[in-house]
């Protein structure tokens, strides 16, 4: 599904990535987990092709199509989807005016017949009640006055509607009370099949007692350090970083 | 981020699609302006004698009075005697649509303009509009002028108002837009060529929409247009202006006056989706816009809302206001104004509260691209008598890229304790988180883009009638080709 060989990449011009390995194969969960400035949100954007990172050695494949020189839209519409840490607003464009511009582009991509009006919107009306979204938030305006926990659930209600082949969540968890945690949760749950995949980049264990990962991975000043399955998060908790850094690599 | 901003720089860029010439003989003045050009334009439109000494008057005016230098735009000045300020297609004017040339029909059609009543009829979906088309500086057509005349309303060019309406045009032209209000005022009252004239009698609800299409062709010459919307009691229209020209290296003038006159409980609704020419990405050519607009709500509890969608023109000078004269009565004035390029805009409205218990809402966009200047210009005035007067102005600006202006020029005068004044003015960009979420989720930007401006003008849009609205939309999308960066 994914498979990144020795990426370099700057952000804001320093050097953040140093060589980064990884392969997800589809019906896995792999988490990144790492201390702040290691690189965990460098490694999304560099995914997802924001402006900013640049990458300058390395290679990252997506259903072995290189993502190197791609647009963003054009990665989104191979199936690449990056929720965000901070959703921005987007103020006087309606959230389902939105969706639907999204949904559309990816048909059009894709050669796919556009959505009738009436059968997208009834998609969405069940993908948002799925996430305890109320109807009214679907005709307010991109993440407009939405709550944190809102927004991050508005970044899932679009996750599921375009179906990715890879989902990268980043810190998704953080600023989320418990019980929008389980519902954020249970909507990642309910997506990861075995025709897909999913990058959760987090700080804190706690996002995995509720998502199950197939490997964890722990980046250290842009190098992954150590992989192994879910106990290596829970390790993680008890000891902190630091020591994983202390003890070497 | 320089970087990022020239890729919304590229994307603002765009063919302007209006810009094609239309190849007619046509009969224009020589270049230059003195007391015969005035009286000559006068005797081509067969005016009666109270009319040519109206217009010489106001020349004499003008003579004396000196070009406005307050507005945030520059550009050298203007030869006054090198313009022509009167071309019309060659021979007589047309009694009828099918006496029209049809290149000038086709010059409409492209344009997407519907000059065919029967078309229009058939059409049982759209809802029938009502078109003058001025081209130039003559009237070619006005559609449905029977269906209207049927329900008492006039709807013609205000050539044939004056000849056929003499009381209406004497007692109301000139008394909301006073001949020597301004110096473009002063010019336009000399040798204003045509536009249109509406009369909607008492309690009558104008049964379709009107709209005048304003179109420059030919080259070195000024349109003059001369506007004049009078609701009797109890009346109701929705008008709508729209205006376009060929692309030209050189700067053309447009110097038009618009005024509207509502009675006791009338009501004009009022929109203007103006794309003149802009001028080239490098700021050549172009038209200059300056325009005086204004309504007066004489009766009690009138209203008049000021709609303007403004893409096009080098440099846009305009501020349709409303004089609040009626107790109770209502002005509005919803805004639009994007600029891109080298494009210079400054563009708002005056709200005059004399009457007692009257509101006014203001509602202006600015959406500034490239290395264009877009400025706010308002002035709320609540006279001592205007007891219970209030107003609401929200003030937004839009920026695009890091090399446009934007610029709010708000004047409040309150002479009465007891009027209610608010003020909201907000600054904001299209940054590259907004663009990018968009482009993550698959939208490309140029969509992406169109759909973040679209927004940000919902609620102005929300005032247009419906077709027009989707026009709007349309024209914003492509006054913003190439901006995204």
């Known amino acids: ?64 199509t290189s993502l190197i020189g791609l647009a963003p839209e054009e990665r989104a519409h191979l199936g690449l989807f990056l929720a965000f840490q901070y959703p921005v607003e987007i103020p006087g464009v309606s959230n389902m005016e939105f969706l639907k511009a999204a949904v559309d582009s990816h048909n059009k991509a894709l050669e ?20 305890h979204l109320a109807p009214e938030f679907l005709r307010r305006g991109v993440n407009a006055g939405f709550s944190g926990g809102e927004k991050k659930r508005n970044e899932i209600l679009q996750m599921l509607l375009l179906e990715p082949r890879l989902a990268v969540l980043d810190e998704t968890d953080s600023g989320l009370d418990i019980d929008a945690l389980r519902t954020v949760a249970s909507g990642v749950n309910a997506f990861a099949s075995e025709a897909n995949a999913v990058l959760l980049i987090t700080h804190y264990q706690r996002l995995l ?10 980046l250290l000043d842009g190098r992954i350090a150590r992989t192994g399955d879910k106990s290596l998060a829970h390790a993680l908790e008890a000891d902190g970083y630091a020591r994983l850094a202390e003890s070497g690599t | 981020m320089a970087e990022g901003n020239d890729t919304l720089q590229e994307r603002l860029s765009s063919e302007y699609s209006a810009g094609f010439v239309t190849d007619i003989e046509s009969e224009t003045l020589p270049p230059g302006l003195d007391e015969d050009t005035v009286r000559h334009i006068s005797a081509k439109k067969e005016e009666p004698r109270w009319m040519t000494d109206w217009r010489l008057q106001a020349y004499r005016r003008w003579r004396t009075m000196h070009p406005p230098r307050w507005a945030h735009v520059q550009f050298p000045p203007i030869d006054f005697q090198a313009i022509s300020y009167f071309s019309a297609p060659k021979g007589d004017r047309p009694k009828s649509l099918e006496e029209v040339d049809p290149e000038i029909l086709s010059t409409y ?47 013609c060019s205000i050539a044939d108002a004056v000849r056929e309406y003499p009381e209406l045009v004497r007692k109301y032209l000139g008394s909301v837009v006073p001949r020597a209000d301004n110096f473009y005022a002063a010019l336009n009252s000399a040798v204003f060529s045509d536009g249109s004239f509406v009369y909607i009698p008492k309690h009558t609800r104008c049964p379709m929409e009107l709209s005048t299409y304003f179109r420059i062709n030919a080259q070195n010459t000024g349109q003059f247009e001369r506007t004049l ?48 020419f802009p001028g080239d990405a490098e700021g050549r050519g172009g038209i200059y816009n300056f325009v005086t607009k204004r309504g007066a709500c004489l009766g009690a509890r009138s209203k008049i809302s000021w709609t303007q ?13 409303v004089v609040l004269r009626g107790d109770g009565s209502t002005g509005e004035f919803y805004s639009v104004a994007l600029t891109n390029n080298r494009q210079q805009a400054d563009t708002g409205t005056k709200m005059l509260h004399i009457g007692r ?56 005068e309150s002479r009465i304790p007891s009027a209610i004044v608010e003020h909201e003015a907000t600054t904001s960009k299209v940054n590259e988180d907004q663009l990018f979420l968009c482009q993550q989720r698959g939208i490309d930007p140029e969509k992406a883009i169109s759909m973040i401006v679209n927004g940000f003008c919902k609620e102005v849009f929300r005032q247009l009638p419906m077709e027009f609205a989707v026009e709007a939309g349309k024209l914003l999308e492509v006054s913003l080709e190439g901006a995204v960066g």
């Open chain 2, 309 to 321: 969608v403004e893409t096009g023109s080098a440099i846009t000078w305009k501020y349709p206001s």
């Open chain 1, 112 to 131: 796919r017949d556009e959505l009738s009006a009436a059968s997208f919107v009834a998609l969405v009306r069940e993908a948002a009640s799925r996430l």
């Open chain 1, 209 to 218: 007692d509720h998502i199950t990962p197939d490997f964890v991975h722990v």
């Open chain 2, 229 to 276: 919307i009078i609701a009797d009691e109890g009346a109701y229209v929705s008008y709508l202006e729209g205006c376009t020209a060929p692309m030209r290296d050189e700067n053309q003038l447009h110097a038009a006056v618009v005024e509207l006159v509502a009675l006791d409980d009338a009501e004009i609704k009022y929109s203007t989706v103006q794309n003149w």
């Open chain 1, 1 to 64: 599904m994914l498979e990144i060989t020795d990426l370099h990449a700057r952000a804001a011009g320093k050097p953040i990535l140093k060589g980064i390995d990884l392969v997800v194969r589809p019906g896995e969960v792999h988490a990144i987990m790492g201390p702040n400035g290691s690189g965990k949100s460098t490694l999304a954007n560099a995914l997802a092709g924001r402006p900013d990172v640049e990458v300058t050695a390395g290679d990252m494949r997506l259903v072995g």
């Open chain 2, 109 to 155: 059609e492209k344009l997407g303009i519907p000059l065919h009543e029967q078309e229009a009829l058939a059409g049982v979906e759209r809802p029938r509009v009502a078109v003058d088309a001025v081209f130039d500086s003559v009237s070619v057509a006005t559609t449905f002028r029977e269906t209207l005349r049927e329900a008492g309303v006039v709807f």
């Open chain 2, 357 to 412: 218990n009257t509101k006014s809402t203001i509602i202006s966009k600015g959406i500034s691209a490239g290395q264009s200047q877009n400025s706010y210009r308002g002035r709320v005035r609540m006279n001592p008598a205007a007891t219970g007067a209030r107003n609401y102005t929200q003030c937004d600006s839009l920026l695009i890229g890091d090399r446009c202006g934007a610029h709010t020029f708000p004047f409040i």
